[in-house]
């Protein structure tokens, strides 16, 4: 039986920051990129954590979220919670408005898992910390499309069972290609670099 067990914030985003680092993906962490943010039309946005080089640009949002037990027998895959708030996905519109053409907004859902995770569950698994992480990517498009509301009072939406692996797409290396625009497929990457050799977002200062 694979056990999830929850995914405190700065833990998920460490783990996907050495998924990154570990596919020589690069990328930026909001707190380095926050004093080259556009300033205008954007106050009162809720933050974004990681912008990666791929094709188009990705405006990530990472979300720890637990993963249910697997059936008895191993025959069903197990329950994994997808939920966001309204705020998460108008936030991530926004700021794929503000940055402009060639930025698409992201959720990166990561599962910290007891054990490694048999194929076919998540997009991509890997090995950090100790522990074992699923990880699954959808464009914020891809989500909005699917969403269903789970709370009114809470203002959260998530996704049915077995609509998020359906529409995850993964981060598999340099220049594989752009995602399908239903939200599937894999994203390569590109980008531009600064004369330290820094990689740093079109449209942004060098770093």
């Known amino acids: 039986?694979?056990?999830?067990?929850?995914?405190?914030?700065?833990?998920?985003?460490?783990?996907?920051?050495?998924?990154l680092r570990a596919r020589k993906?690069?990328?930026?962490?909001?707190?380095?990129?926050?004093r080259t943010l556009p300033a205008q039309g954007t106050g009162g946005l809720?933050?974004?954590?990681?912008?990666?080089?791929?094709?188009?640009?990705?405006?990530v949002e990472v979300k720890g979220r637990a993963a249910g037990a697997r059936a008895r027998g191993g025959h069903r895959s197990p329950r994994l919670e997808s939920?966001?708030?309204d705020d998460d996905v108008e936030g991530l519109r926004a700021w794929e408005g503000a940055l402009g053409e060639g930025f698409e907004g992201a959720f990166a859902f990561v599962y910290r898992l007891t054990t490694q995770p048999p194929d076919g569950v998540y997009q991509e698994v890997f090995a950090?910390?100790?522990?074992?992480?699923?990880?699954?990517?959808?464009?914020?498009?891809?989500y909005a499309e699917r969403m269903r509301r789970?709370?009114?009072?809470?203002?959260?939406?998530?996704?049915?069972?077995g609509v998020l692996p359906a529409c995850s797409c993964g981060l598999k290396g340099w220049g594989e290609?752009?995602?399908r625009r239903d939200g599937g497929g894999s994203l390569g990457v590109s980008g531009?670099?600064?004369?330290s050799g820094a990689w740093h977002a079109p449209g942004f200062p060098a770093v």
């Not at 993906?25 to 926050?34: G, H, T």
């Not at 789970?150 to 069972?161: E, G």
């Not at 531009?192 to 004369?195: A, H, K, N």
């Open 1 to 19: 039986m694979m056990r999830g067990l929850g995914c405190a914030k700065d833990v998920c985003e460490r783990a996907f920051e050495a998924y």
């Open 192 to 195: 531009g670099f600064s004369r």
């Open 83 to 85: 939920w966001v708030t």
């Open 46 to 59: 809720k933050s974004f954590d990681f912008l990666v080089a791929t094709t188009p640009r990705l405006i």
């Open 177 to 179: 290609g752009s995602p």
């Open 25 to 34: 993906l690069p990328y930026i962490r909001v707190d380095e990129a926050k």
């Open 150 to 161: 789970r709370s009114a009072a809470w203002r959260t939406v998530d996704l049915a069972p």
């Open 128 to 142: 950090w910390g100790g522990a074992w992480y699923g990880l699954h990517m959808v464009t914020v498009r891809a």
